[in-house]
């Protein structure tokens, strides 16, 4: 994106992978719920959400140690105009996919626009972002944008390349949930149960073997295998007999008071824990504001104010894990204390008359004083509430007509630790006279009505990376907001945030991109749309002992692309 790549054309291997790294041996994880479809690419049915980057190939390959750049898998070599206003890829001879046909340039077109069109929602926006796609040469192909927009050249590298001739008769999107796509990827499905496991193995034929530095010391493990469990104990259980060998742990209360059965004691099982330097996201219960309840920004403050988050941390992890303070908290780009300044401030200034309180002034998340009844933050709600033109009468919050102020709070089943946090957000509400209904619904059901947007709160997690961009507007641009099953479950609609990813993407220097982010990042906080809860600044992992991992960690730690990409099963 700005600059040249950290690896020279004559790479051999990506510096957090292992070139020498032996193959063999299988890696087993657990998924909470259930899944109805092997086809990641589609919009239709629940699918293992591992799957998209287990199978997917692309153009290119994002290296996990660099915010801003890539390296050739599919294609042997990229060229772009002088203010990448098109972008040409040629396709390496040797890529086939993991059936032995070529992988032709009708394979990409077709691909590109089939998922641009009828595809998941993920792939909509950059379609509508090209004016011409043109085979150019036996191997290469052009695309030209209808925008100015620097990361165009690079997301045009991101696509799945699938195979044109498996899906002829059929409709990608309504008939195509049933079929295992046929890709080129290291990796193929071998196995499946509907809501019980999927299997992967390593396609010992596969192309790039040797070919590709990008791929050298990766998908070395025979077998990934992701089993699918009830709840959360269930699954735990399994990773304690052994029925799984790998498991991510975020509740560090847990870790450090559950972690000490018999096999970590025998050293069977190791514990990991791993650093990473990305932002921290977004991860809490979000508000809808496409419903009445949420329109207002008062009301959505006293809601977040009622969150008594120190009570909360306290009884969940010991207070041992931080809170999120914004989007892109833990990382350089995140909004910086107190007034916006600089660059921040000049971005912000033409929507002045609309930003909400603490976009330019600073904005801060409460901090109650961690007993139960945390009388200063439901103190603050009722003022903001009543502001809002909410009173409580008979003990019950309501409106000028009399009418109860109250909502639905989805949950998925399963998710113990987040009906555990809002059993305790109920009983802070019920001191505002507000009385919730808490739905929980198992996974195809909770996607339904998340997809349609059909729910009034609701956990939500968005991972975001050092590299942000036109995915940005996906997850909180107003383009987004009636897209069905789009990421945008706030529903936010917000034109300086729609000008700051603009902003973000058509940067010609580092420090207009930081800027522009943060100047984001500021009005997300601002508009109080997501709960925040705790943060995970590293990631915790136990495994089977056989389990490896190099040495040296990729900035973008514990990510897609690392586990299991780059691990090694050796005695």
């Not at 994002?62 to 972008?87: H, K, M, Q």
């Not at 069109?117 to 792939?123: A, D, L």
């Not at 401030?345 to 961690?370: H, I, K, M, N, Q």
């Not at 692309?561 to 050796?570: A, K, L, T």
Request: glycine share 8%; net charge negative; charged share 20%.
């Amino acid at each position: 994106m700005y600059g040249e790549p950290a690896l020279p054309p004559d790479f051999v291997a990506l510096p957090y992978a292992n070139p020498d790294a032996p193959t063999g041996g299988s890696l087993v994880i657990s998924n909470i719920g259930n899944f109805d479809s092997v086809n990641p690419f589609i919009r239709k049915g629940t699918v293992p959400w591992q799957m998209r980057f287990m199978i997917g190939e692309t153009l290119m390959g994002r290296s996990l140690d660099e915010p801003f750049s890539l390296y050739g898998i599919l294609a042997e070599s990229i060229e772009t105009g002088p203010n990448r206003e098109w972008v040409e890829f040629t396709l390496r001879p040797e890529a086939t996919f993991s059936d032995g046909s070529p992988v032709t340039i009708e394979d990409v077109m077709w691909s590109y626009e089939t998922l641009g069109t009828v595809g998941h929602p993920r792939y909509v926006g950059f379609w509508s972002k090209i004016e011409t796609m043109e085979q150019t040469g036996d191997r290469s192909i052009r695309f030209t944008f209808n925008v100015e927009d620097r990361e165009l050249a690079l997301l045009a590298g991101m696509r799945p390349i699938l195979q044109k001739a498996q899906f002829e008769g059929v409709d990608f999107a309504e008939e195509g949930d049933s079929i295992i796509p046929i890709t080129s990827s290291p990796m193929i499905v071998d196995d499946v149960e509907f809501g019980r496991y999927i299997s992967f193995r390593r396609n010992p034929d596969y192309w790039g073997n040797d070919v590709v530095p990008f791929r050298n010391g990766t998908f070395n493990l025979d077998e990934v295998r992701i089993e699918y469990f009830g709840d959360e104990t269930a699954a735990f259980e399994a990773f304690k007999t052994g029925i799984v060998n790998s498991n991510r742990e975020f509740n560090v209360a847990k870790w450090d008071s559950q972690y000490n059965f018999p096999a970590i004691q025998s050293g069977d099982v190791e514990l990991s824990i791993l650093p990473h330097s990305r932002p921290s996201g977004i991860t809490g219960f979000v508000m809808n504001t496409r419903q009445d309840q949420f329109t207002d920004w008062r009301v959505r403050d006293g809601l977040i104010h009622a969150f008594n988050f120190e009570f909360i941390n306290e009884a969940m992890t010991g207070s041992a894990q931080p809170r999120i303070t914004s989007y892109y908290s833990n990382s350089p780009l995140g909004m910086e204390e107190g007034p916006a300044t600089g660059r921040v401030r000049e971005f912000l200034e033409p929507f002045s008359d609309t930003l909400l309180p603490g976009a330019l002034e600073g904005y801060a998340l409460p901090v109650s004083d961690g007993s139960e009844r945390n009388r200063a933050g439901i103190g603050t709600a009722l003022a903001q509430f009543e502001a809002a033109g909410y009173t409580v009468q008979n003990g019950v919050m309501a409106d000028a007509d009399g009418t109860a102020f109250t909502f639905e709070i989805l949950l998925k089943t399963g998710s113990s630790e987040n009906i555990a946090m809002i059993d305790m957000y109920v009983e802070s509400l019920s001191r505002l006279g507000i009385t919730p209904t808490v739905e929980i619904v198992d996974a195809p059901q909770y996607k339904e009505r998340t997809d349609a947007y059909d729910f009034d709160m609701t956990y939500y997690r968005r991972g975001v990376s050092l590299s942000p961009g036109n995915e940005q507007a996906l997850y909180w641009g107003s383009g987004s907001v009636d897209i069905v099953g789009g990421r945008n479950l706030a529903g936010v609609q917000d034109p300086a945030i729609d000008a700051m990813v603009q902003n973000l993407v058509t940067s010609e220097s580092q420090d207009d991109f930081v800027a522009a982010v943060r100047a984001m990042d500021r009005t997300l906080m601002a508009g109080r749309y997501v709960i925040p809860i705790y943060q995970w600044n590293i990631s915790r992992i136990g495994h089977a002992r056989q389990l490896h991992y190099p040495e040296t960690m990729p900035i973008f730690g514990d990510w897609p692309g690392w586990q299991p990409d780059v691990w090694w099963w050796e005695d």
